[in-house]
């Protein structure tokens, strides 16, 4: 087996994923946050991308559906973020 560019991509997938992860669990970011949702989407599109090129359906479907759920949490820690912004600022 040679390992490919879309190899490489997906690894750093997986590292954001499991990074982001980690961040939580050690307490270093709010799982509510930003940065946490932003992390695990942009590792589910990684891991997409390599998906394409070595495709397997179940790991497919798992990452489609890891994304939606990260980009809303990304969505909604902006409503948060705004509304903040809205108190302070009347």
């Given at each position: 087996?040679?390992?490919?560019?879309a190899?490489?991509?997906?690894?750093?997938?997986?590292?954001?994923?499991l990074l982001s992860?980690?961040?939580?669990q050690?307490e270093?970011i709010d799982?509510?946050g930003?940065a946490y949702s932003a992390c695990n989407?942009l590792?589910?599109?990684l891991l997409l991308?390599?998906?394409?090129?070595n495709?397997?359906l179940?790991?497919?479907v798992?990452?489609?559906?890891?994304?939606a759920?990260?980009l809303?949490?990304?969505?909604?820690a902006?409503?948060?973020?705004?509304?903040r912004?809205?108190?302070?600022?009347?």
């Amino acid at each position: 087996m040679t390992y490919t560019w879309a190899d490489a991509v997906g690894n750093l997938g997986v590292l954001l994923v499991l990074l982001s992860y980690l961040a939580l669990q050690l307490e270093r970011i709010d799982g509510r946050g930003f940065a946490y949702s932003a992390c695990n989407a942009l590792g589910a599109l990684l891991l997409l991308v390599s998906l394409i090129v070595n495709f397997n359906l179940s790991s497919v479907v798992i990452e489609v559906f890891w994304l939606a759920i990260s980009l809303f949490g990304v969505w909604r820690a902006g409503q948060r973020r705004r509304k903040r912004r809205q108190q302070v600022d009347p």
